[in-house]
């Protein structure tokens, strides 16, 4: 039984995990059979589908000023150690390199978990004027993190891919703007085109960057109801521009420090969030913007009137859209199902009878259905159902999203919509350092963290902290997470 | 005198040296302040182009079927162990990770060198069946050398950005198939889209990858007479296959190992040679499809006028092109010196005097001239253009490097051409074990090396070695070299 063997048998809304398990490797997104640990083989499916993603993200970053750079991977000993609270907060994350050939460091250099000091040791010579304000940079990388909890394919590894972008600006509120642009450059990427809904959050206190004044964090919702952090946004603290020296003399001819911030999405994390959220129990659905291929054209036979059709078709198509043609000498319905499971938006269907009616079948993977069209209108209904799909999705996504908000008046109120699979929205005395303890208490209790508050929330907080009555500064959000 | 301070000063034919040290540092490709030794800070000038680079690689590679994998950056000491010619090549310039955090790992783990050793574990895992054969793959990725030699910019640094292509094959013969197709890919990227004249030489046995059987490696030239080695690919040894296990279950239903080849086109490094080959005294000279940016639109004043024509002009370019405003506070002068050193293919100049009477003055860096034509012919003339462009660069590069190759007879000759600039051309023993000797002696009186025999050598070698008169095998090509 192939095809049984093949399909993804576990249910998503019943076993997300395992669901997730499987898709993973069956629709050969990336081989964990590796012999280090915690380190992933990305297989094309998903390389196709991330190299599209950073496409996106870099094109948007650099519309909006951001230039690229290409930083080492290495980072001295010395430069992590000059914030306090930053090494304190990566330093049992870190690999170390130790040698080079035979000989030993005298210093011992980083793997980067993370680029803040190496871009600020480069601020600090570059940036000397206000006209050089805001400096505006990005990298596309790969990170390293030691990670002692559990590593899940795409979401938590010990080498990531992402992207990171740092900034300085001449003052704090001109910092403050390019966080909030931060936060639309997330929805215009994540949102409008890969499809993922997600709230932002600014976290509290105790679980800021290591580093940061302020956090602000993206989180999405897997089924079984516990958040992933997508992109996190920071305004840098000022002990680190004073660590590096990054200061300019401004227009009043007087020397200051620059506000730093920095912006991380992780790309291959990010792709974890778009197979999860658009995934069925069939398989992977992929937004049409970031298909690994959009269109896969199966010829029913091998009769060579189809297999000409299908190159035709394949010619006319390339010129708008990714596009391939399955000659494997597997069987149509083999060939039908694997690429449902494989996510294809759009296929195509080429059998005799079709040719002769002068028909195409197209199979839209958006609302999983089929299609019969005339051939002199095939081109024209890809192009529709490309510029419709997406859409689809989201309005799919953001449905489920939205509902999954539940006020919580107290523990166990909390306790009940987080298992439930909510996040749960509660009055809460203080995201300062005074709630750590409320905070403590939801998590000991519950297992559940406080993410944060909205920097939009509407309603102001009254009444009693949830936990512990004292009166309430804030309405906070709490999940489940990763 | 900011002109000149900016401006390049060094000539490229008299002080090559120091003329390419100018042109990293005047047109900010990259920074060497970063403080570990050997590492680079791309700058965006660089990773603009380097990126374009990429691209057009990887459609190549994938339009004639190689997908995509990211693999992870560290390699197990027992994956580099396995195959002893590969480990005794690389050993000496491996960086060992030995730490995560706290923890000393009880195995060394190697930053890559190359990834041989990984991608060829997974073979093992992945091939079977004949029909899975030929199994082609690549990625982008950075690896990392503790070079003893100098380290120079781009041309051999301590952590280089390249591709590397890897494919398993049934038989040698397809295998040998694959390493003509990327001379060919070598020819239709490098020289076609990037505009760099080179010679496909097989290197003689001692001067093989570690690991190979036969190795064939582009050569470019440099004004003074070094040659660049670009990329290079590899009848990968049948030792390697057997190590890692990669075989599979033929169509006679016997099991065989498979025949496996790789490439390098490393972008960092064929990126210098882009400089080096178009650049001139002024600066840079980018090929049209690899310029960071294509055109530059300089209004001559802040008349509104001006801006609005820019503006104008700016969206009908960014259609087909990458365009961007210069809006800084220099003077006219001073920016039209600035994009020729950065290399901009086409500036635009918009002056009052122009747009009164509906022209618009074009510079065009392929042939260092003004163009005036009239308001309505503007896209059109810039089409024109971006068409002809790196031909022109092309002819120029081809013919400087068609006359550097003399006829040499002995070891005089051999030296006066080298020392001259040029490529030595004689007969020779044998590129076999029995021609090091020679090869030596050649090294030590001259400081050239012999860089192998051409596959489509059009003469026989007739009569005997230059060196020591033994009758001569092969005709070779003998160089200075990085």
Same mark, same amino acid.
């Given at each position: 039984?192939?095809?049984?063997?093949?399909?993804?048998?576990?249910?998503?809304?019943?076993?997300?995990?395992?669901?997730?398990?499987?898709?993973?490797?069956?629709?050969?997104?990336?081989?964990?059979?590796?012999?280090?640990?915690?380190?992933?083989?990305?297989?094309?499916?998903?390389?196709?589908?991330?190299?599209?993603?950073?496409?996106?993200?870099?094109?948007?970053?650099?519309?909006?000023?951001?230039?690229?750079?290409?930083?080492?991977?290495?980072?001295?000993?010395?430069?992590?150690?000059?914030?306090?609270?930053?090494?304190?907060?990566?330093?049992?994350?870190?690999?170390?390199?130790?040698?080079?050939?035979?000989?030993?460091?005298?210093?011992?250099?980083?793997?980067?978990?993370?680029?803040?000091?190496?871009?600020?040791?480069?601020?600090?010579?570059?940036?000397?004027?206000?006209?050089?304000?805001?400096?505006?940079?990005?990298?596309?990388?790969?990170?390293?993190?030691?990670?002692?909890?559990?590593?899940?394919?795409?979401?938590?590894?010990?080498?990531?891919?992402?992207?990171?972008?740092?900034?300085?600006?001449?003052?704090?509120?001109?910092?403050?703007?390019?966080?909030?642009?931060?936060?639309?450059?997330?929805?215009?990427?994540?949102?409008?085109?890969?499809?993922?809904?997600?709230?932002?959050?600014?976290?509290?206190?105790?679980?800021?960057?290591?580093?940061?004044?302020?956090?602000?964090?993206?989180?999405?919702?897997?089924?079984?109801?516990?958040?992933?952090?997508?992109?996190?946004?920071?305004?840098?603290?000022?002990?680190?521009?004073?660590?590096?020296?990054?200061?300019?003399?401004?227009?009043?001819?007087?020397?200051?420090?620059?506000?730093?911030?920095?912006?991380?999405?992780?790309?291959?994390?990010?792709?974890?969030?778009?197979?999860?959220?658009?995934?069925?129990?069939?398989?992977?659905?992929?937004?049409?913007?970031?298909?690994?291929?959009?269109?896969?054209?199966?010829?029913?036979?091998?009769?060579?009137?189809?297999? &000409?059709?299908? /190159?035709?078709? #394949? +010619?006319?198509?390339?010129? !708008?859209?990714?596009?391939? *043609?399955?000659?494997? @000498? %597997?069987?149509?319905?083999?060939?039908?199902?694997?690429?449902?499971?494989?996510?294809?938006?759009?296929?195509?269907?080429?059998?005799?009878?079709?040719?002769?009616?002068?028909?195409?079948?197209?199979?839209?993977?958006?609302?999983?259905?089929?299609?019969?069209?005339?051939?002199? &209108?095939?081109? /024209?209904?890809? #192009? +529709?159902?490309?510029?419709? !799909?997406?859409?689809?999705? *989201?309005?799919?996504? @953001? %449905?489920?999203?939205?509902?999954?908000?539940?006020?919580?008046?107290?523990?166990?109120?909390?306790?009940?919509?987080?298992?439930?699979?909510?996040?749960?929205?509660?009055?809460?005395?203080?995201?300062?350092?005074?709630?750590?303890?409320?905070?403590?208490?939801?998590?000991?209790?519950?297992?559940?963290?406080?993410?944060?508050?909205?920097?939009?929330?509407?309603?102001?907080?009254?009444?009693?902290?949830?936990?512990?009555?004292?009166?309430?500064?804030?309405?906070?959000?709490?999940?489940?997470?990763?």
């Amino acid at each position: 039984m192939e095809k049984n063997q093949e399909g993804i048998t576990a249910k998503k809304e019943e076993n997300f995990s395992e669901w997730f398990t499987q898709i993973v490797q069956k629709t050969e997104l990336a081989d964990l059979r590796y012999n280090v640990k915690g380190f992933l083989v990305f297989q094309p499916w998903s390389v196709l589908s991330m190299e599209k993603m950073y496409e996106h993200m870099e094109k948007n970053l650099q519309n909006k000023g951001h230039e690229p750079y290409f930083f080492p991977t290495l980072i001295p000993e010395e430069n992590l150690k000059k914030e306090s609270s930053h090494i304190g907060g990566f330093t049992p994350e870190v690999f170390w390199v130790t040698h080079g050939g035979e000989k030993k460091f005298e210093e011992r250099l980083a793997l980067r978990p993370t680029s803040e000091t190496a871009f600020y040791e480069m601020f600090g010579l570059w940036i000397r004027s206000y006209k050089d304000l805001p400096f505006k940079t990005y990298q596309r990388a790969q990170v390293f993190r030691y990670e002692t909890k559990a590593t899940r394919p795409f979401l938590r590894s010990r080498e990531f891919h992402w992207i990171e972008r740092h900034s300085a600006h001449a003052t704090e509120d001109d910092a403050f703007k390019q966080v909030l642009e931060d936060m639309n450059t997330t929805k215009e990427v994540l949102h409008d085109i890969f499809g993922i809904p997600f709230i932002f959050f600014e976290r509290p206190v105790w679980d800021k960057f290591p580093g940061a004044s302020r956090t602000f964090a993206a989180d999405a919702l897997n089924p079984n109801g516990k958040v992933i952090q997508l992109p996190s946004t920071h305004m840098i603290s000022p002990e680190f521009s004073k660590a590096f020296n990054v200061k300019f003399m401004d227009k009043d001819e007087s020397e200051k420090y620059a506000h730093i911030t920095c912006y991380g999405p992780a790309i291959s994390r990010i792709f974890a969030s778009v197979i999860i959220v658009h995934g069925d129990d069939k398989g992977l659905k992929f937004p049409w913007d970031i298909a690994p291929v959009q269109v896969m054209i199966v010829p029913i036979t091998d009769d060579k009137r189809i297999i &000409k059709k299908a /190159k035709d078709l #394949k +010619k006319q198509i390339e010129k !708008f859209a990714s596009v391939r *043609i399955d000659i494997s @000498d %597997k069987r149509p319905g083999e060939k039908f199902n694997h690429w449902e499971m494989k996510g294809i938006p759009i296929r195509i269907d080429i059998g005799l009878k079709d040719l002769e009616n002068k028909n195409i079948t197209l199979f839209r993977r958006d609302l999983d259905k089929k299609v019969v069209v005339s051939e002199d &209108k095939v081109i /024209k209904e890809i #192009k +529709k159902i490309a510029k419709e !799909f997406t859409k689809n999705l *989201i309005k799919k996504a @953001d %449905k489920i999203f939205e509902g999954r908000i539940k006020d919580a008046k107290n523990l166990q109120e909390i306790k009940k919509a987080t298992e439930e699979g909510f996040i749960a929205k509660c009055n809460f005395c203080s995201v300062d350092k005074e709630g750590i303890s409320c905070a403590k208490i939801i998590e000991t209790e519950t297992g559940a963290e406080v993410r944060g508050t909205m920097l939009d929330e509407k309603n102001k907080a009254i009444g009693k902290c949830a936990i512990c009555n004292k009166e309430a500064k804030q309405i906070v959000y709490i999940a489940k997470s990763y």
